[in-house]
């Protein structure tokens, strides 16, 4: 069993940054951040997939040029940069793992083909 915990959340103003991370206690094969806003449905902000020069990352349109994933694969650690934040990039951010590798594929926005996940963290943009 995969254990995932996020942190590095907290209040920012807009146009700020924050980096989040997530530590998983083994190594699952996809990794993805996913975030949920009062009231609203969890959503994909992007994923991250295999290694090295088969990299494979997706993000949503939504955040594509502001946010970035890097993965740590020696310590197990995910991260997401998120740059330029907004208002409505407020959420609980989640980490989540999949015990598959499917490159580059729209498999990974949907929460269901995750196994694993975290506890969220909240990210909370002031204007």
Known sequence: QVQLVESGGGLVQAGGSLR???????????????????????????????S???????????????FFISRDNAENTMYLQMNSLKPEDTAVYYCAGAPTNYGYSTYYTDTRSYVYWGQGTQVTVSS
Request: hydrophobic share 30%.
């Open 20 to 50: 989040l991370s997530c530590a998983a206690s083994g190594r699952p094969f996809t990794m993805g951040w996913f975030r949920q806003a009062p009231g609203k449905e969890r959503e994909f902000v992007g994923h991250i997939t295999g």
């Open 52 to 66: 090295g020069s088969d990299t494979y990352k997706n993000y949503a349109d939504s955040v594509k040029g502001r």
